[in-house]
DNA sequence: TATTCTGCTATACGATCGTATAGTATTGAT
DNA sequence: ATCAATACTATACGATCGTATAGCAGAATA
C-alpha cells in the first residue's frame, strides 16, 4: 500500500475511489459532523454505493482512524517542509507559518477539529492526543537543534502553539454569526472586530 | 449502567414532570449532544415513558425550543436582577458578574453553548440569535439610562461582552484535556496556562 | 487459457430512531 | 357525584441507521 505523506493537489476524479471517499467522508464531517453524515450520505458524494465504503475502511470508526490519521500527516507534512536553519524563533515562526497556510488550504481540517476538541464527550477519536503529541516532538526538536526558551515550560509552550494557531479559527464562526445578525450582510466588513485568543503563564 | 447526569434528584423531586424532562434533555443534551440524545434515554432520565415527552413537548423540535428559551431565561434573569445604579461601567461590570455566576450555577448552559454555537451548519435552533438579541438590548438599555461608551462601536460591544464571557468556557476542555496529557493528571493545578479571549477593534 | 484476486454493486437484516395512536389513571370543576 | 380535561403508559409503525453477505466484472497471475 502506498502512502501518499506530502500533498498532492490533485483533483478529485484522478484519485483511488478509496481517496475519494475518505475525502468525502472528511467534508461531511467537517460541515455537520460524523453522527449527522451516514454512510449511504458518504457513498452518493463519492460516486459509489455503500459496499464499497464498508469493502475499503471496514466500519465507521476505520473511517474516522482514516481521516484522523489523515490529518495528522497534513500537520507532520507542513512542519517537516520548513528547513532547521536560522535561529529558533525563526525556526518556530516559519513552522507556525507553515501550518498556517496548511489549515487555510484546508478548510476542512479546521471544521473537523472545531468539532473533535471542543466535543469531548461526544468525540470517540483520538486526534487531539495524536496533535498535542506532535506538538510536543515539534518543541522537543527545537529544543534539540538549539537553545529553547527557558521563559515558559514545554507543556505551556505546547499549549501555546496549538491554542495560537487554533483557537482564533474556532471561534471566528461565532464572531462571523453575530457580526451577520449585527451589522447586517452588506456592512463594511474591514470594521468587523478582531479575535485574539492566548494563553498566559499562571 | 445508569449515569445520571447534571441535575441532582434532590432539586427534580419536587418539579413538574415536564420541568423534569426539560431538564434531563438539557443536561444530556450539554453532554452529548442532541443528535447523540434519543427521546427514550431522555425519558429514562427523567423517570418517564417516551409518550409523556411527546406529550408535553409535540416533537424532538419543540423540546429543542423549550430548552433555549429555558436559556434565555436564565440569562435575562441573571441581567434583569442587577440594580441600575452606579456608572455606566459599574453596571455592566456587574452584569458581567451576574451572568458569569449564573454559568458557574448552571454548567449545563456552557456545554449546550458550547455545542450550538460551534456548530453553525449543524444546529437547528435560533440559540445564538435570541443571546445576541439579548445582549444588544442590554447595551442599548446602559445607552439609555447613562452614557454608554462611545469608544467602540455598538455592534462590536455587544461581540465583545458575549465572547469574553463564552469563548473562554468553550476553548478550556481543550486547555485542560493538553494539560492532562501533558503534565500528567497530578500536576500542580496552578502551573496550568491561563487562556485569554478578547475582541480588538480592527 | 484457467484461476485467483480485487474493486465494486445489490440487497437484506436487525437495531434504533422519532412519532402516532389507543387506552388508563388522576385531577378539577360543577 | 359526574364528567371532562389533563397526566401518563403501552405498543406499534415506518424510516433510517451501520453492517453483513452474496455475486459480478475485469485485471493479475500462472
Redesign the pocket.
Known amino acids: 500500500m502506498k502512502k501518499t505523506v506530502g500533498v498532492s493537489p490533485k483533483v478529485n476524479s484522478d484519485l483511488?475511489?478509496?481517496a475519494r471517499i475518505r475525502n468525502a467522508a472528511f467534508a461531511l464531517y467537517a460541515n455537520y459532523g460524523e453522527?449527522a453524515?451516514?454512510?449511504?450520505?458518504i457513498?452518493e458524494a463519492a460516486?459509489?454505493?455503500?459496499?464499497?465504503?464498508?469493502?475499503?475502511f471496514?466500519?465507521?470508526?476505520g473511517?474516522r482512524e482514516a481521516i484522523e490519521q489523515h490529518i495528522v500527516d497534513l500537520f507532520f507534512g507542513a512542519i517537516e517542509q520548513v528547513p532547521l536553519e536560522g535561529t529558533t524563533a525563526e525556526i518556530a515562526a516559519a513552522r507556525d507559518e507553515a501550518v498556517a497556510d496548511m489549515l487555510s488550504d484546508n478548510p476542512a481540517v479546521v471544521g473537523y477539529l472545531r468539532r473533535a476538541l471542543l466535543d469531548p464527550m461526544g468525540h470517540r477519536g483520538r486526534i487531539l492526543e495524536m496533535l498535542t503529541d506532535l506538538a510536543a516532538k515539534q518543541v522537543a526538536t527545537l529544543r534539540n537543534v538549539g537553545v529553547a526558551s527557558k521563559a515558559h515550560r514545554d507543556s505551556s509552550q505546547v499549549i501555546g502553539v496549538m491554542i495560537r494557531q487554533l483557537g482564533q479559527l474556532f471561534l471566528q464562526p461565532m464572531v462571523d454569526s453575530m457580526w451577520n445578525q449585527l451589522a447586517g450582510p452588506n456592512a463594511a466588513e474591514d470594521d468587523k472586530p478582531l479575535l485574539v485568543v492566548k494563553v498566559q503563564e499562571s
Chains 1, 2 share one sequence.
Not at 460516486?47 to 475499503?56: C, E, I, S, W
Not at 471496514?58 to 470508526?61: E, P
Open positions: 483511488t475511489a478509496k453522527d453524515t451516514s454512510m449511504r450520505a457513498a460516486g459509489v454505493t455503500v459496499g464499497l465504503v464498508v469493502h475499503h471496514r466500519t465507521k470508526d473511517l
